[in-house]
């Protein structure tokens, strides 16, 4: 007889017991001074008294969730004919820190502060519901407890008030449906102007969002990136039932051009009448199989299957929309639907693209976005009203598309509260992240039944229940043939468009994160790319599909490992792996659904993913035992390098960061190394085998400007941003010795580590306790860590002479990247980061996700050293012509 499985409420139960000795473990006095709490980048869920509610039996049961705290501040919602649109900010309880703050922070302060990193300043919301199902988005606010007036306006926590609750709502349904809102949740809706709500929600969008708008053309998506000084005109092209013609000159400032009453209320309407379809998304359905031959009348049937090329029109333009129908004797029964559909489809995309181009060239304006229910992500919707814009305009002008384009209207009523806030902050605090479901978002988290992925869980909900396979968000579409005619066949890739849905374009939660910051060392921001690896390349893609793929099992088993492997950890585990390969299943079927798609990009979606499923990480037993083994052997490290002359040292400083990079378990080449001896005995093994000249190899040129030549001694650096790799050998026997170097020589070091964990890399909270264990092995890291207040034993001492030395030594400091990732954007830093940098005068990037994966190419203000060995062929082959464990020692100029 098999065991019998404990249910629901006792597994949350466990759940919630673990949870609380977590936090009792953490609220006891550390056993060491040096250690920095820091939470993960999402907030926790409080499952303590979670119950099922309702039939425990269901497939999908509701679970409730008493005791979460998370705060919810104000919402809006856009009501609209077809689709109610909802967009609503979430924050964790603590309050947002300032921006940025002293770079040099006495250890000390830094642990009576005790701050979460990053700081976590909210996350914002995108729900849509279909109008009729007005009930289910009721349930739905009411289960949030959006109707109970959090108001939470400039960061205060106001108090709950259900008398007079006001929430900001526009579209018809915010008069239509007034009197039932006030009803069912006693909240009063404050309307507001539908074209004041789409202008403003678009300019936030294109203000704080990197890859909102994208060109599609050809079955073709790629993302455009606006720059915001040159954002402004532009023409807004708002196609509901009707279409809006919109002049936008900034913000607040703008004029209702033109319009035309043939919009998606037409091909609704029409395409009703013409089919059986009895919804919007059934006719966009039908029409993926219509052949339009059938239905319009071509150039080529008028003159003989010829082109007229006079006037550069090919036989397959469409003369006349359902002009063929003219000259045959049939009935509608005689026609197939899906070619009606699609030539409906065709006749109304065209003339909006043509329209919306003469009213921007009336205007002289550069961009045309088009947004609304219309579009909704369609992708023949997309490529007709693009070639339609490129036809008229020969080619000079773009047709352009936003990912959020449904949700303009509720966003800009969201953003017409009063001192809400979020206006100020720039694209550099905004991180979008695709969870599998929702965040968890204050109040009780119940509702209505989930159907598919596309509506919004959470993990708990998932995981907890046995037997639910969890499936890519969008169904690969079926295979189906395109529509013929329009002004040309449009064509992909692969020969046909995708069908896509309306959840064609994920929308993701959108993080503000008021502590990012650009990085000021950076030699071109606009120009600025951190991928090196292009995705675009359908092989490319599939490759690194393939090898994330492969690496999921260990990742899993370490993940479980890393919690004592509990029978919660193995569900979490498990639900982790399907909810991972579900996304890597859209983005293969649609590599653009998240926006732009780099290998960062991937990485970093893993490690949101395993956070997701509460792994905060994997690798913390692996890492504290190679710590642990690294450091054991550090003495002896020090004393051959000091036997050592100057310029013999120095090559065997970046000798050895070349050698301990390959411990890394992101790789899998790297992985069976690990098989074959202990740690000390691979990073001895890879020592011998450096042989030079390496791959890429400027270390001649890096020793000149570090030791001079001619006997003239080169001025040294001030300040020094060590971006640091992988735990274990990587930063005690590589980075740290160089990191003493640099000190001896009078430089001041920032070691800038990781804020989360990801894989088996050094985190800013570790690195402390590290830099203290050496210490004792050495009294230049000694005084450089008190001096930079990481020591605060130290600190404290009341003897005027330790005070005296250590404000004579350069110091040694540790800063957050501001990121859980293998790679780094210099676009999105810590605050603290980007205060250390303004004094900096060299940056070493070191390892392959910050120096390879991202930033090979990038260019900075100051002198870069980029050091790391390569551990996948196909990079190799990619960026450097060469071959796996090729070492990377790159060392560049200021720019």
């Not at 000084?229 to 002049?247: A, H, Q, R």
């Not at 020969?495 to 994920?506: C, E, I, K, T, V």
């Not at 579900?582 to 998240?594: F, I, K, N, T």
Request: aromatic letters at 8%.
């Amino acid at each position: 007889m098999a065991e019998e499985e404990p249910s629901v409420p006792v597994l949350l139960q466990e759940k919630a017991k673990e949870e609380e000795e977590e936090r009792d473990m953490a609220a006891a006095p550390s056993s060491s001074s040096n250690c920095v709490k820091r939470s993960s980048s999402r907030p926790q869920l409080d499952v303590s008294g979670a119950a099922i509610q309702g039939n425990s039996e269901d497939r999908n049961p509701t679970i409730l969730l008493p005791n979460q705290t998370d705060d919810i501040s104000h919402f809006a919602v856009d009501l609209g004919g077809s689709l109610i649109k909802l967009v609503y900010f979430s924050r964790h309880g603590e309050l947002p820190a300032g921006h940025g703050g002293s770079v040099v922070r006495r250890r000390k302060e830094m642990i009576e502060r005790n701050r979460s990193s990053p700081i976590l300043g909210g996350r914002l919301h995108f729900v849509k519901f279909e109008t009729s199902k007005l009930s289910d988005c009721l349930d739905f606010i009411h289960s949030k407890n959006f109707h109970r007036g959090q108001n939470l306006n400039a960061w205060d926590c106001g108090e709950s008030d259900t008398r007079n609750t006001i929430i900001k709502a526009t579209g018809g349904g915010a008069y239509k449906f007034a009197d039932v809102f006030k009803e069912k949740l006693g909240v009063t809706l404050d309307k507001e102007d539908e074209m004041d709500c789409l202008v403003a929600g678009a300019n936030f969008l294109l203000k704080a969002i990197r890859h909102e708008a994208f060109t599609h053309l050809e079955g073709h998506k790629e993302f455009v990136q606006i720059d915001q000084i040159d954002l402004f005109p532009y023409l807004l092209c708002n196609v509901g039932s009707g279409v809006s013609m919109i002049k936008v000159d900034g913000d607040g400032q703008f004029q209702r051009v033109s319009g035309t009453n043939v919009g998606g209320g037409t091909f609704w309407g029409l395409g009703r009448l013409l089919t059986k379809c009895k919804s919007f998304d059934e006719i966009l359905e039908l029409s993926q199989g219509g052949d339009n031959r059938s239905v319009d009348m071509l150039v080529g049937d008028i003159y003989g299957g010829l082109d007229y090329s006079k006037i550069g029109l090919s036989a397959s333009t469409i003369a006349s929309s359902f002009g063929k129908v003219v000259t045959e004797n049939k009935d509608l029964s005689d026609y197939r639907q899906e070619d009606l559909a699609l030539s409906l489809l065709r006749m109304i995309s065209y003339n909006i693209g043509q329209i919306a181009y003469l009213n921007a060239l009336r205007y002289g304006l550069k961009r045309i976005f088009f947004g609304g229910f219309f579009i909704r992500g369609h992708a023949y919707t997309m490529d007709t009203i693009s070639f339609a814009v490129k036809f008229w305009s020969k080619g000079a002008a773009q047709a352009m598309f936003l990912r959020h384009e449904g949700f303009l209207g509720a966003l800009g009523a969201f953003m017409s509260y009063d001192k809400h806030g979020l206006a100020d902050w720039t694209a550099h605090q905004f991180v979008e992240r695709f969870p599998m479901g929702a965040p968890y978002a204050g109040g009780k988290v119940h509702g209505p039944p989930i159907r598919d992925l596309n509506e919004k869980i959470s993990w708990m909900e998932k995981f907890v229940q046995k037997g639910i396979e969890i499936t890519a968000p969008v169904p690969m579409a079926p295979p189906g043939t395109t529509g013929l005619g329009g002004f040309e066949r449009p064509f992909s890739r692969e020969g046909l468009l995708r069908p896509d849905s309306s959840a064609a374009l994920n929308v993701g939660v959108l993080h503000l994160v008021p502590s990012l910051e650009l990085f000021p060392l950076l030699a071109d921001p606009k120009g600025y790319e951190p991928n090196t690896v292009d995705l675009g390349d359908p092989n490319e893609l599939q490759y690194w599909f393939t090898i994330l793929s492969d690496h999921s099992p260990d990742l899993v088993d370490k993940a479980v490992a890393s919690e004592g492997g509990t029978d919660d950890a193995k569900r979490r585990g498990d639900a982790f792996a399907r909810a991972f390969r579900a996304h890597l299943a859209r983005l293969m079927e649609e590599p653009a659904a998240y926006g732009k798609l780099g290998l960062a990009n991937l990485l970093e979606l893993r490690e949101e993913c395993l956070r997701e499923f509460h792994f905060s990480d994997a690798y913390k037993t692996i890492k504290q035992r190679e710590n642990e083994a690294s450091l054991a052997v550090l003495q002896d490290l020090l004393m051959e390098l000091d036997s050592m002359d100057e310029e013999k040292r120095l090559l065997a400083l970046i000798e050895g960061v070349l050698a301990a990079n390959i411990f890394d378990w992101g790789s899998r080449a790297c992985v069976e190394l690990y098989h074959k001896g202990t740690i000390i005995e691979i990073y001895r093994m890879s020592r011998k085998k450096m042989q030079r000249p390496w791959r890429v190899d400027n270390f001649d040129t890096f020793k000149e400007r570090m030791l001079g030549s001619g006997g003239e001694k080169p001025k040294p650096h001030k300040r020094a941003l060590l971006f640091v790799d992988n735990s274990g050998a990587d930063i005690v026997l590589g980075m740290l010795p160089l990191t003493r170097e640099l000190l001896r020589r009078g430089t001041e070091v920032v070691l800038v580590a990781n804020s989360l964990p990801a894989l088996n890399d050094v985190t800013a909270s570790e690195l402390p306790n590290i830099v203290a264990e050496a210490a004792k092995h050495c009294d230049i890291l000694r005084k450089a860590a008190e001096a930079g207040g990481l020591l605060v034993d130290a600190m404290v001492t009341d003897r005027e002479e330790s005070v005296q030395n250590v404000s004579s030594v350069p110091r040694l400091m540790v800063v957050e990247n501001g990121c859980g990732s293998p790679c780094i954007d210099f676009r999105q830093v810590s605050s603290d980061l980007a205060a250390a940098a303004n004094e900096a005068d060299l940056v070493i990037l070191e390892g392959m996700g910050r120096a390879l994966h991202t930033n090979f190419n990038a260019r900075f203000k100051c002198e870069a050293l980029k050091l790391a060995m390569v551990k996948n062929q196909r990079l190799a082959e990619k960026i450097v012509n060469g071959n796996i464990y090729d070492c990377i020692c790159r060392y560049e100029p200021a720019v």
